[in-house]
């Protein structure tokens, strides 16, 4: 049991340590700051932007079972794109590179949906994240009854597949 419980303290460690050396190299950097002063959209920089982006996922989803969401943001801290309103993190949108490029999960705090915002995060990420990965397509899973898919719709994704008795769908974006 102990030896169980320091496996997992010291791969939680490494993955820390890891994350925390992408900032040193300096391979992060500030992204785009938007028209609005009060507008940013950035990378996740720290332990604590990460908490917060789990906070924002539990009360949209209602789901406290955000252990992979965590170890894919502690992974890959620069294809997470958070958006900032007045210094504060009202969104998300994080993406998972396999041997295609997955929208993992994107969502805004909710007195701050359906105004545009959910939107701009996305368009800008996306086209950050193409060119970052050098991929020409980005696929998502979104359930067919979530109004996220006309969000979609707009940003030019593709419904391509239907599966789970048609509960799920396969969107895909292409970029030419
Ligand atoms: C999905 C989510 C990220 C969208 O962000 P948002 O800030 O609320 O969305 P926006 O205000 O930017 O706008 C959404 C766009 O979709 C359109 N849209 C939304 N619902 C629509 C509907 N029922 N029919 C047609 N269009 C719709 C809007 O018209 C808008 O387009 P426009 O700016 O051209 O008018 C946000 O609502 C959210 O966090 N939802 C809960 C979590 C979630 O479901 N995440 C997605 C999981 S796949």
Not at 53 to 75: G, M, P, T, V, W
Request: charged share 25%.
């Amino acid at each position: 049991m102990f030896k169980i419980l320091f496996l997992f303290i010291s791969y939680s460690e490494i993955i820390l340590h890891n994350f925390m050396n992408n900032f040193k190299k300096n391979k992060i950097k500030n992204l785009k700051i938007c028209t609005e002063n009060k507008k940013r959209i950035d990378y996740v920089k720290s332990y604590d932007d990460i908490e917060q982006i789990l906070k924002i996922y539990r009360n949209n989803f209602k789901d406290s079972l955000d252990s992979e969401l965590k170890n894919y943001l502690l992974k890959t801290p620069d294809l997470t794109y958070i958006l900032y309103v007045d210094n504060k993190i009202i969104g998300y949108a994080t993406f998972r590179l396999s041997t295609k490029l997955w929208l993992y999960s994107t969502s805004i705090v909710q007195e701050y949906q359906n105004k545009g915002l959910g939107k701009e995060l996305l368009s800008y990420a996306l086209e950050d994240v193409l060119k970052k990965t050098k991929k020409k397509n980005v696929f998502l899973i979104v359930n067919s009854a979530n109004n996220a898919r006309f969000l979609y719709n707009k940003l030019l994704f593709n419904e391509i597949i239907f599966f789970s008795s048609g509960k799920k769908i396969i969107m895909k974006k292409t970029i030419i």
